[in-house]
């Protein structure tokens, strides 16, 4: 009886001593990493190598849990109204943060910059204006050329309305006059598919989906959002004589707002680790996203110019108010 | 001769031991994924990609690949016992597979579709094997043009599906067209239907309004009638296989299947559903007895069950000889390539013979290996009838909910499910058939889609659906089968008019 006592005694003081440790440090149990898109998706693969890393720097578990829809803003909004205890993190692109802000601002139930705490910039996976390798133009100006005078000539494919792809046609538009016309299809493959076939004459994508068609030299890049290692004759914009320069695609680590600072700090640090990976980097190369860290100031400042940069595009388009 | 060359090579790779073993792994899991209502192959495939990573890409694609047609043959059997389609390309399968295995043939059901599958499969294979460089070029001819109007044909073959009321087929489809819509509207980026529903803001999900029409459902409806009143479905312990007669009404419906199932996989998008669907129509109309299907005909199992499964390999061949994704599973076979360091696309065949032959290849195996795993397991699926629905249900109930929930790990889908569940309960209830509702869903938005595509790229013309040759083709094969059975409707009237006089003279 006694013993029994005892027995029940120190194993209630050890319980609680254990949790008392527990509340010291952190991690101390598995974090979950949503995933705003389907398993699979380029930023998917990405996030699913970056969790691995993770797990072995924080030694917790970090496992993902896809919840795609909305243009990422289901899982985004998810996290958002997540425990602020850093047991929840996410990884989002500027499709949730920017584009659909700006685009729908009534189903975007949160505010891209007060509701999430920044942990880092991850990666990046360019934007590239592409045309089969049979089309006669070889420079991004010559084509230009022939859509001013031939409206409405080229067709330009992209993976949708308010996808980073859609917005660099508009921008494109606006600088060069070219009055091109946009075909949205349902995703990046479709699209490039009714390139090949000749349904249209451009496409505007990322990376991922025409890295094959590129390598196996069916279509050609005339202009890209930012430098793409593969495929270093690509120009942009900039580098042609415009003045702005077409937006690629990015994923970033965000927490919750209100998360702690220690947790912030312990995430931010293990983040930065796990993107410089040079396993992951070199897993990543063949899918065309670029590991390109930045902390989560320089996020946030590069998020605020991007949110200005497509609020104006998407004004002189029409695409808002 | 490369070709045969190529098969052999494919061979030597395949019959390694670890490739057979990733083989069988592959075809296993995808037979359960097959079997459990709900569970669906883009799941399973994405799960198992990490576990891949350690191994060879030729034995992880290898592996990959099996799970998906491996879960075609799986899909049939929960249609066909309970009335759930395992897959949604398995919907039509509960039409007269269902009413089979209600007549006590449940063992030929489930034979037919598994030499179907066998059958279907390795036919498909073989015309991948030598025809996938010029079916490629086929799949790109299609733009949105082409598509729509291949839509337009699919719409027309909704009328086939109506058991007894043509009306309450023709109004089910509408309700699909309507659900279809919900959504956001790709060509604008707009919100549809949605009444600020973060759920149904990419639409209503396929995997939960079909477990919920067919398989919640079929329990409300079975609770209802009672534990006293299980049905008894007489299983005798002869007439677990296919009669030499069920063989002879099944063959030329398998042959059909295969091709019709082939060629639409072989196109981004249309894929296995449709071409199911398409080929029961088809079997509808080619049979002296159309009035009785619905009522355990064993052509109306054989047809789409081949063809769904000739689609799985179909499906391949873009994304092997071009690197385009015909569906979300290709979509994900296509990430596991770029991962292991592979381009999928014309260059692969040259880059990493051993990945293309070794895919080829393993497929005549799977399918070998999908017919021995799966006709031992007849007789104890027709025993599986005779579990009480007490323990049955609850079952079917959590893998109902597991699967409509892990599509997108979301819960507002598992209440799509019990709300198309109620609905689908009143339908069965008043006679309405699910099966239209399902094909103008998936049809609908594809087709809209399509539409505004093309008119689009015409700049408003409609002159683009007739100018393009294979459009016009199918926009004209549309208006035959609209108008021919008017026409002969109207002789038919006609001669009734002209008989009734006659015989009330007499």
Redesign the interface.
Known sequence: MMKGLLGMLTVALLLSSASHLRAQSYPNQAISLVIPL?????G??AG?AMA?ELSKLLKVSVAT???????L??GT?AVVKAKKDGYTILLTSNTALIAGRI??P??TPYDSFKDLTPLGMSTRTPVMFVVRSDAPYTRFQDLVEFAKKNP?KI?VGTA???TAGHFALELINSLTGAGM??????GA??A???L?????EAAILAI?TL???L??G?VRGLVVSSRSPPYPDVPLLTQIGYRQNIHGVWYAFFAPAGVSKEVTAALVAAIEKAVKDPSIVA?LA??GMVQDYAPPEKLVTEMREEYQAVEEIAKKAG?VK | MEIFQGLLYGFQVVLQPINLFYCFIGVFIGTLVGVLPGLGP??A???L??STFAASPVSAIIMLAGIYYGAMYGGSTTSILVNIPGEAASVVTCLDGHAMARQGRAGPALGISAFGSFIAGTLSVIVLTFLAPSLAKV??????PEYFSLMVLGLTILTYFARESMVKALMMAAVGLLCGSVG?D????R?RF?F?I??L??GLGLVPVIMGLFGISEVLLNLERGKQKQEIFATPAKGLFPTREDWRRSTLPIMRGSVLGFFLGVL??AGAIIASFVSYAVEKKASKYPERFGTGVIEGVAGPEAANNAAAGGAFI?LLT????AN?VM??LL??L??H?L?????LMKQAPDVFWGIITSMYIGNAMLLVLNLPLIPMWARLLRVPYAILFPFILLFCLIGSYSV???VGDGIVMWVFGVLGYLMKKFDYEAAPLILAMVIGPMME?ALR?SL??S?GSFTIFVARPISAGFILAAALLLILPLITRRREVAKAWTSVPQESAE
């Open positions: 389907a398993p699979g998706d380029a998917d693969v699913r691995d849990l896809n919840k795609p829809g909305g243009g803003t289901i909004d685009l729908n009534e189903t409405g067709r949708g309305v308010g016309t946009m075909v949205p299809f349902k493959s479709p490039a598919t009714a090949l076939g000749g349904h249209l991922g890295s094959g068609h390598q196996s069916q897993k063949p899918l695409l | 883009a799941a495939i994405a799960l990609l990490p799949a790109l001819s299609f733009g949105p956001v790709s060509i604008s980026g919100y949605t600020g973060q759920t803001m990419d981004p998008g873009p071009l690197g385009i994704p979300a979509a994900i990430g596991a770029m991962i360091g381009q999928p696309g014309p260059l997108t790990n979301n889609e595509q689009i790229l700049a």
